[in-house]
């Protein structure tokens, strides 16, 4: 008897399912380390999942954990879907909130409708400037991005340390940060009492923007052409060098802004931990949202729930808090096989092994 | 030369080789997956994975009173790293997934169990729990600057000096080493001449990853004897630029962790003097290196022909 995968189309109301499927076996595989903590899974998973979205604090506070990651998965999908194995959101996300920074400390007394849109902009650049580099050596000199922009990440990571040890560091503090923005750059509260800010709705703004050019634009077209298969791409006339450019930037100018949103939403300031993963998290992301803007959008608020929900499960059952984590990373590659089952079909055959 | 001088350069070597050891051991298990054909990303996690799993290990056992409790934890770390193996192996061999989306995830899951593992068996404790490390080992007691320079554990004269060679040995003159780079480079064709592509690619993954947590737990069992969060940073994704900087060989392997491993070492030592640099600019340049070395080698990087290609039979 072996597992066997034959490639078969799976059906188009199939497809939705997927993650869904996903997310069921991923709690099940789970359920081994909760039991391991001497909880019960059940009501592990109604303090994880249920009630989270119970409490109006609480929900809010998923939608602060899902704006950065809103922006970070857009960024990989749109990478992802035009063929740049863009591993380093992260780095770009750390670039873009070190010229949100210094642009933010900079525009004390400057009114606010100067100040906001100059750190975007600030922070957009600044990621497309630390995907260029990977990019150009992509298309110029056929280097593996994949390398190249993971190693930017620890790059940025360095550099951001550098700073908050050196120049930036605030006297007033003894921690490596640096001083606060000008308070006019401060990003405004959706809703008060809440760390919910004016960066939620950036986001949102940002993935409908991104996935209109990805799914309703010529550029778009190409870009996906590139993503299939560049050869055939070419054939069409595509310029794919030029497109897979294009990509890139756009790419590492949202994982930038995202690094602005949590600089100017949540931090006020740069720190070291101002992204803690949110670059690899938008991997996951992505991934899970099968690189579509609406499973992004999807993806990123579970996630965030997720995030949330292990800090429930550890004040409710004192189950370690990084089980989320767990279950984030198990969700992950979980969701990265069952989406086989969109283009392959699972059967046992005696006999033959895989 | 004068005495600070030397003593300082001596101490340098000494250090350099210290540094350089975990990164032999995981760059070597990068490098053996990647000549088989498969990125691992895992190595990052895989490396915590195995300096947590090893610690806690060896910390129950030495609690119990068991002589042998570092080279259990040794065990432990390397069971750990064949389990992770294996998992890769599953992803991205039998079932041909996106390498470096499986990788990411495995460092992920690595993490994230390392973490929650070390809560369950430790608890919230504000005490860093600590064992008595590895003792080191010097053939020359006494002897000035050699003395000083070959006073290092074990498991850093099996790395430079069993290590390298045997892996050269087997890459280059061996069945396996030739069935290896075989399925790296044209799986197919390898597949075509009776290699079974996914038993050695699978042999080569759980390999690496038992090498990648061995060099974790070299940080916990011998250079720390603790387990801190931070206790790889990096180290990793360092192993990852190693193996393109030694062009995929082994024995450019040893010389690359050794100048990496001179780079943290230096930083190290120069901050412990208190002198005065960016150290961070310094920790980043072996990452710029390795980019720049990409940037001349360009086309021509001698990347293995299968390098990042899942192999399906259709």
């Known amino acids: 008897m072996g597992l066997k995968l034959e490639r078969q189309a799976a059906p188009v109301w199939v497809q939705p399912l997927l993650p869904v499927l996903a997310i069921v076996l991923t709690f099940g595989l789970t359920s081994v380390f909760v039991l391991l903590a001497g909880a019960n899974p059940l009501r592990a998973y109604y303090h994880f999942l249920l009630e989270p979205l119970s409490s109006r604090v609480s929900l809010l506070e998923m939608l602060v954990k899902a704006t950065p990651l809103l922006l970070t998965g ?35 007394g400057m009114p606010a409708l100067v100040a906001v849109p100059l750190m975007a902009l600030g922070g957009f650049v600044a990621g497309m400037a630390w995907a260029f580099v990977p990019a150009v050596m992509k298309v110029e000199l056929h280097a593996d991005e994949v390398v190249t922009t993971l ?26 940060q640096s001083p606060e923005i000008a308070s ?6 959706l809703v008060p009492r809440s760390r919910l800010h004016l960066g939620f709705l950036f986001a949102v703004f940002v993935v409908l923007v991104v996935g209109f050019i990805l799914t309703q634009t010529t550029l778009g077209l190409r870009m996906r052409a590139v993503g299939l298969e560049p050869k055939a791409a070419r054939f069409a006339g595509v310029r794919v060098e030029r497109t897979l450019l294009v990509t890139a930037l756009v790419s590492g100018g949202v994982a930038g802004f995202a690094g602005m949103v949590e600089v100017a939403g949540i931090h006020y300031r740069l720190i070291e931990a101002i992204s803690g993963g949110h670059g690899y998290t938008g991997i996951l992301v992505a991934t899970l949202g099968n690189l579509s803007p609406l499973g992004v959008v999807l993806s990123a608020l579970f996630v965030g729930l997720i995030d949330i929900g292990s800090q429930t499960v550890s004040r409710a059952l004192g189950v370690p808090v990084y089980l989320g984590d767990v279950i984030q990373a198990t969700l992950l590659l979980v969701t990265l096989a069952v989406l086989l089952l969109q283009n392959y079909r699972l059967s046992w055959r005696r006999g033959g092994a895989l | 030369m004068d005495a600070p001088l030397v003593g300082f350069l001596v101490g340098l070597i000494a250090a350099t080789l210290r540094v350089a050891t975990p990164l032999l051991f995981a760059t070597l298990g990068e490098l053996y997956s990647e000549r088989s054909g498969v990125l691992n990303l895992g190595i990052e996690g895989i490396m915590f994975l195995g300096a947590f799993a090893g610690f806690a290990a060896a910390a129950r056992a030495e609690a119990a009173g068991w002589d042998a409790y570092l080279w259990i934890g040794l065990l432990v770390a390397a069971l750990a790293g064949i389990l992770m193996g294996l998992l890769m192996a599953l992803l991205t061999v039998t079932l041909g997934l996106n390498q470096h989306v499986s990788g990411l995830g495995v460092t992920l899951l690595c993490t994230g169990l390392s973490l929650f593992g070390f809560r369950l068996v430790f608890g919230e404790s504000a005490v860093l729990p600590r064992i008595t490390p590895f003792a080191t080992v010097n053939p020359l007691p006494g002897v000035p600057v050699l003395g000083t320079i070959l006073d290092q554990h074990l498991l850093t004269y099996v790395a430079f000096s069993v290590l390298v060679p045997l892996g050269a040995w087997v890459l280059y003159r061996t069945h396996f080493g030739l069935n290896l780079r075989a399925v790296g480079e044209n799986p197919e064709a390898a597949d075509a001449a009776g290699i079974p592509v996914f038993r050695v690619r699978t042999i080569a993954l759980t390999a690496g990853s038992a090498l990648m947590a ?8 011998a250079q720390l004897g603790a387990f801190t969060p931070g206790i790889i940073a990096g180290r990793g994704w360092v192993c990852i630029a190693l193996v393109i900087f030694a062009r995929w060989d082994p024995v450019r392997a040893l010389l690359g962790a050794v100048l990496f491993g001179g780079v943290f070492a230096l930083q190290l030592r120069l901050q412990a003097q208190g002198v005065q640099l960016p150290y961070e600019l310094l920790l980043a340049l072996p990452y710029l290196i390795t980019i720049a070395a990409l940037a001349v080698a360009g086309r021509n990087a001698p990347y293995p022909g299968a390098y990042l290609k899942p192999y399906r039979r259709e």
Do not use: Y
Request: proline share 5%; hydrophobic share 55%; charged share 5%.
């Open chain 1, 151 to 176: 190693l930017l990440n620890t790059v940025a990571l360095l550099c951001v340390s550098a700073l908050l040890n050196g120049p930036w560091r605030d006297p007033i503090s003894q921690w490596p």
């Open chain 2, 214 to 221: 061995i060099g974790g737990a070299f940080l916990s069992l």
């Open chain 1, 74 to 108: 857009i960024a990989v999908a749109f990478a992802f879907r035009g063929g740049f194995w863009n591993i380093g959101a992260e780095g770009q996300f750390l670039a873009g909130a070190t010229a949100a920074t210094a642009i933010g400390m900079s525009m004390h």
């Open chain 1, 184 to 189: 006019t750059a401060i990003l405004p509260k």
